[in-house]
Structure formats: structure tokens, C-alpha cells
């Protein structure tokens, strides 16, 4: 089976801005209510129960003190007030384009205008817009209902016509053309967002291509299910899951082709999962599927990254004219191999919420897994104890650092953290520095070598590839990231500021390379090196938090990178220019 992934899925601007917003505040803030459910999840509501956030009903269920968020939907101006009144401290997490339409309702209702709103009458947006418009004001959910509405409304009075914001676009066009028709003087607002335009366009191009859709969404989520309706206006059957567990394989497996569509309140983790699952349904066996699966194995058993680190040590070594040997490239493979594994199976909440495909991967090769990890380390520092007392010390000081990076160290009262792994921005900043370490600076002292200039501009390389690489992990995990309560530098300035930094610490590098083929420490490699560099800024640039990516082909391209600048040093070394 075929899957097709529609390109916008997963949180709008302002779902997004509400999580974010409140996942921030969760961190910093003990006692955080939600007036009502921050958006209609399941699994996200679970996620901040977990981190503490409560939710209210009413505003009486608010204790004094508390801090309490207004979620994207938005509230009535009365609610507001009570809000003010009991001096709590608000945040605002209402979606602006909310804003604009309650305002155009308390503009309509200021100028004695009846305002007619098309939307579920017990949605929370909606009875915030009905709020906001005042005494006049209708409800409508289709066309009998607008027809009811218009023979109730005296024939003087002028109308506005409004749309809840998630609206289904087919039915509020109907609807437009009967008011036009019936009150031709009717004054329409275009109130419907653009995200939710987007969204069904999406998939009613998506159903044209396909046998069936699956849509991934809370069952409440009133934007999930007018996703589910355009599809099966469309033609063709649609499912409406929550999570992997609600997808109907015997019927899926079916279709040759199905397309998958996911609601403004969707996180992203939770549509890998479910994009997943869907890609083992109906899989037919083929020399071509038994390759894919080899290749999956080695991408989420940490063999590929192992593996292009131990590339990158050969175009370290080569880069500061040391000759290259197998067991320098041993020593950081297998080092890299376990501090992966073992920092991945620690880490279960976060394997959980951003790499779901890895959770059974990691289940049913334990054993051999765990196994594997502490050899590595063990070997490790058996080859760099033959190596002699230097590399020894060096990588058994690296070893620890990463198996207490999780544990608790120190009180948080003193350094506000109480491991390594809790300092902000301290996951990014510790691989960079630590793959420099290993790749970089380690080969000196195992070939005997001193340390020159070259060392230190191909520790600057090795230090942007692997910095760079991490925020671009980082960048992609961010809404997971945020969620499990981890302070990434995404998580910390934005995605915006990280790339900005990235590109910053990569352009440093380039002038770096540049300079050191200009002063003669190293060849020509330098400047050819700088293609890595672009790439890495590619990379940076184009992954966006938002987005669903592919964890293998994402891996493969990432690390690819790493394996390409290998290949450049073993060129220039054939071409005898090194």
C-alpha cells in the first residue's frame, strides 16, 4: 500500500502558538489551569496533565494565585472580565484570526446590525463570537437553519454574515449564495481561515489521486472532521483515527493507494505514528522490501551515524595531515554507536513522542541492542588503552560524561538543573563539543602527532557539522521536544534565531577554511570541505518543525552529509593534492 501525505498536517499558527505558549509556561509556572480543554487532543491533553497543567471548566474552579491560559478558541468578554476581577494572572493564548472575528461581531453588534455566525452552536469559538456580538445574533448550521433564521430576523434590520474559523468551505459557499439571494444587502465577512482553506484544498486535490484517506485527528476536533467530510464529498471512504491503535488495517489493506490528511490540533509526532503504522499495512514481501528493511535496521540501530562518524574522522585526519588509520575510526564508531543507544533507551518519553517508529524497533532487538552499546564502549576503551594513556584517559573521561549526562547530579535549588541534560541549550552545545573532541582532537595524540594549527581549524569544521547536525534534529523535534519539558535551543529562540546561529557558526567555519588553505596549514581539502558546510546550511534551512518527515530517509540525508565530506578527502588523497 501506497501512502500519500498531504503537505500541510499537524498544528496551525495559532494551535501551534497555544501549545507552545503553554508548554513554555509549564516549565517556569507550578500552578497553570486551562480555561477548558487548550485544544481538542486527547493525547496532548494527557502530555500536560502529565506536566502539571490543569484543566478548568469554569472560572470558579480556578483557585486564587493561579495562572490560567485562554485557549486558541477564545472566550466571552464577561469570562475575561471574571478573569480580571479575581486578579489571576492571564495568558492570552487566543488565535488572532480568532481575534479579527470576534471583533468583527462586537463591531456588528455596536452598530445594531444582526449578526448571523455559521458554526457548531456548542463550539467554544462560537459561543465566544455569539458573545461578542451581543443580543442579536444567530447560529446557524446549514441552509434550513439560515432559512429558519432569516424569516425570525425583522426585515429592517441589517445582517452580518460570520464563519467559525474551521468551517467547511463547500457548505459556507452554499450558504453565501442563499443569503445573497434571500437579503441581497447582507454584509459578508470572509472569516473562514486560511490554514483550514489550505487544508481542504488539499485534500479534495489529494482525493483525486487516491482510493481512500485516512485523517488523523481528536474524534472532537471540529477542523478533523470537516477534513473527514470534503474527502468523502470527494468519493471516497474516510477514516477519522486518533492514533495508530484506531487504523482498520483489514480495511486499509484494501486499497492500493490511500492518502493521509491531519486536523489544525494534530501534533506531529502522533501523525509519524499513525503515517507508520500505515506503511506496514498491506506490505508485500520483495527482494526490493527485504533491502528496505536492512536499511531501516542500520539507520534506527545508530549504525549509520556511527558509520559517518567514522567517516568524518577520516576527513579530520586527512584535513590537519595526520594519515588516516582503522582503529582511530573504530574508537569514534563504536563510542558513538553506544553513547546512542544507551542515551535512546534512557530516554524512553522522548523516543516515544519523537521517534514512534523506533519504540517497537528498540522492544524487539533489546537484548541485542544493549548488547551491542556496551560492547562498543567497552572496545572502545580497550583499543585507546592500547593506544596509550592519553587517548585512554581521553575517551574514558568522554564515556562517563555521556552515561551521567541523564543523571541526577545537584539540587536545583543551587544550579536550577539537576542533571547535565536539563542546563538549556546543553544537548545541542554538548554533542557539538563532544564529536569535536572525539573526531577532532583525538587522532593528534593517537598518531603521535602535536597539535597545530590545523587541529584547531578542523576541530572548528568537525565542531559546525556536528553542531549544526544537532540543531537540525533538534529543529525537527522541537514540538516533541518542548512537550517532554526539554530546553533545546529551538525550544529556547525559535526556530528562526537557531538557524540564523547555525548559519553564524558555519559561516565562521568557512572563513576558517578558507584562511587555513590561504596560511598553508592545510590543502586544498579545506576549501572543498566548504560544499559540507553548504550542505549543512541546506539542511538547517529547509527542516521545519511542522513538518512529517520519513525518520530513515531524514537520517539518511542527514548523515549522508558526513559520508560525502569522506568521500572529497579520499579524492583529493587519490589525486595526490593532499
Known amino acids: 500500500m501506497k501512502v500519500k501525505l498531504a503537505r500541510t498536517s499537524g498544528f496551525c499558527y495559532g494551535v501551534r502558538r497555544a501549545v507552545n505558549r ?30 502539571g497543567v490543569k484543566i478548568a471548566e469554569s472560572v470558579d474552579e480556578i483557585p486564587d494565585g493561579a495562572s490560567v491560559i485562554i485557549r486558541s478558541h477564545g472566550v466571552s468578554p464577561q469570562i475575561k472580565a471574571e478573569l480580571g476581577k479575581r486578579g489571576l494572572r492571564i495568558i492570552d493564548a487566543t488565535c488572532p484570526r480568532v481575534i479579527r472575528v470576534q471583533q468583527l461581531a462586537e463591531r456588528a453588534g455596536r452598530r445594531a446590525r444582526h449578526v448571523i455566525i455559521f458554526g457548531d452552536r456548542e ?44 468551517q467547511n468551505l463547500s457548505a459556507w459557499e452554499k450558504l453565501k449564495r442563499e443569503v445573497c439571494r434571500l437579503k441581497p444587502d447582507v454584509q459578508i465577512h470572509e472569516t473562514i481561515c ?62 492500493e493507494v490511500v492518502g493521509m490528511a491531519a ?54 585526519s586527512r584535513l590537519q595531515g595526520i594519515e588516516p588509520e582503522l582503529y582511530y575510526q573504530w574508537i569514534v564508531a563504536a563510542y558513538i554507536f553506544g553513547m546512542h543507544l544507551l542515551n535512546h533507551f534512557t ?22 541492542l544493549l548488547t551491542l552499546g556496551l560492547l562498543g564502549i567497552g572496545s572502545t576503551l580497550v583499543v585507546s588503552y592500547l593506544l596509550g594513556p592519553f587517548t585512554f584517559i581521553l575517551i574514558l573521561a568522554m564515556s562517563l560524561l555521556g552515561l551521567i549526562y541523564r543523571v541526577e547530579l545537584f539540587g536545583k535549588r543551587r544550579l536550577g538543573a539537576r542533571r547535565l541534560m536539563d542546563i538549556p541549550g546543553s544537548k545541542d552545545l554538548f554533542l557539538g563539543l563532544a564529536w569535536t573532541v572525539v573526531i577532532a582532537l583525538l587522532v593528534v595524540p593517537a598518531s603521535g602527532s602535536t597539535f597545530s594549527p590545523a587541529t584547531g581549524i578542523t576541530a572548528l569544521f568537525v565542531f559546525s557539522l556536528a553542531f549544526t547536525r544537532s540543531l537540525v534534529y533538534s529543529i525537527r523535534d522541537v514540538q516533541g521536544d518542548r512537550m517532554v519539558g526539554r530546553e533545546t535551543i529551538p525550544v529556547l529562540i525559535g526556530e528562526s534565531l537557531t538557524r540564523r546561529l547555525g548559519a553564524v557558526v558555519l559561516f ?71
Open 347 to 368: 530516554d524512553v518519553f522522548s523516543i516515544q513522542i519523537n521517534y514512534p517508529a523506533r519504540v517497537g524497533f528498540y522492544a524487539r532487538f533489546r537484548r541485542l
Open 22 to 51: 503553554t508548554f513554555d509556561e509549564a516549565l517556569h509556572v507550578d500552578n497553570l489551569y486551562t480555561l477548558g480543554e487548550l485544544i481538542h487532543n486527547p493525547q496532548v491533553l494527557e502530555i500536560l496533565k502529565l506536566r
Open 123 to 166: 463550539h467554544s469559538e462560537v459561543k465566544g463570537i455569539a458573545a461578542h456580538a451581543g443580543r442579536r445574533v444567530s447560529i446557524v448550521k446549514d441552509l434550513k437553519g439560515l432559512r429558519r433564521a432569516l424569516r425570525r430576523i425583522p426585515r429592517k434590520e441589517k445582517i452580518t454574515l460570520l464563519a467559525q474559523s474551521t
Open 194 to 255: 486560511g490554514a483550514t482553506d489550505e487544508r481542504q484544498s488539499e485534500v479534495r486535490q489529494l482525493a483525486k489521486e487516491v482510493k481512500a484517506m485516512v485523517v488523523v485527528g481528536g474524534l472532537r476536533s471540529a477542523n478533523t472532521r470537516r477534513l473527514a467530510e470534503v474527502a468523502t464529498e470527494e468519493g471516497i471512504p474516510a477514516f477519522h483515527v486518533e492514533t495508530e491503535a484506531d487504523l482498520a488495517a483489514n480495511k486499509l489493506g484494501r486499497f
Open 508 to 578: 565562521l567555519a568557512a572563513c576558517g577554511l578558507v584562511a587555513s588553505f590561504i596560511l598553508g596549514w592545510c590543502s586544498v581539502l579545506a576549501l572543498l570541505l566548504i560544499f559540507n558546510l553548504v550542505y549543512a546550511f541546506v539542511m538547517l534551512w529547509l527542516t521545519r518543525g511542522e513538518k512529517v518527515y520519513s525518520d530513515v530517509l531524514f537520517d539518511t540525508i542527514v548523515e549522508g552529509n558526513l559520508i560525502c565530506s569522506h568521500l572529497l578527502a579520499y579524492g583529493v588523497h587519490l589525486a595526490g593534492i593532499a
Open 263 to 316: 486536523g489544525a490540533s494534530t501534533p506531529s509526532w502522533m501523525i509519524r505514528r499513525v503515517l507508520h503504522a500505515m506503511e506496514l499495512v498491506g506490505k508485500r514481501r520483495s527482494f526490493i522490501s527485504f533491502l528496505q528493511e536492512v536499511w531501516r535496521f542500520i539507520v534506527r540501530s545508530n549504525i549509520l551515524v556511527a558509520f559517518a562518524a567514522a567517516q568524518l574522522v577520516y576527513t579530520s
